[in-house]
């Protein structure tokens, strides 16, 4: 049944209102699919924390205009379903590059990264990238190995002078 143009309006509203918000946006090539296998997808954007919907591309279109980004969703081919990501960058590439390792027929068309069409060879490079949790223990990690060796030093220098002293008292008893 097709949509009422309120309906329609209602669906670019909300749009707007996350493409305005989004960090980044992944386009999901889903051809070939069957619905039980876009369903098991749904679930795994629910857990990642990105929304996966499927939106016409004329109401794409006038959604991206309202929320000032500069991209023509007809310049990607085929159908496509769209991966929004609110929270972080890499979720919505990384939900979509793991989903393509057991579905070969999911392929990424593209996305939208920093307010600016990106191809699928960028949209794959970010997705091999760390989570931004990886990275941050990485970051603490590096922080705290001088540290680390530093009182590792210090506390051998401190095991050396009780190895004296213990050496001493075995040798006056």
Same mark, same amino acid.
């Given at each position: 049944? &097709? @949509?009422?143009? #309120?309906?329609?309006?209602?669906? %670019?509203?909300? $749009? ?6 989004? !960090? ?48 023509? &969703? @007809?310049?990607? #081919?085929?159908?496509?379903?769209? %991966?929004?990501? $609110? ?6 590439? !990384? ?79």
């Amino acid at each position: 049944m &097709a @949509k009422t143009k #309120e309906q329609k309006k209602q669906v %670019v509203e909300k $749009l707007t209102e996350k493409f305005s918000k989004m !960090k980044s946006l992944v386009f999901l090539r889903y051809e070939g699919l069957k619905v039980s296998d876009i369903e098991e997808f749904r679930k795994k954007c629910k857990e990642a924390g990105v929304e996966y919907t499927v939106v016409k591309k004329t109401l794409m279109d006038l959604a991206m205009k309202n929320a000032n980004l500069d991209i023509d &969703a @007809k310049e990607i #081919e085929g159908n496509f379903g769209i %991966v929004i990501g $609110l929270d972080d960058e890499i979720t919505p590439a !990384k939900t979509v590059y793991d989903y393509m390792k057991t579905h070969e027929e999911a392929e990424i068309a593209g996305g939208v990264l920093w307010g600016r069409l990106a191809d699928k060879a960028e949209v794959v490079q970010l997705a091999q990238l760390p989570s931004k949790d990886e990275l941050l223990a990485k970051i603490v990690g590096s922080i705290n190995a001088p540290v680390y060796g530093f009182v590792n030093v210090l506390a051998g220098n401190l095991r050396g002078l009780v190895q004296a002293l213990n050496s001493i008292k075995e040798n006056k008893q």
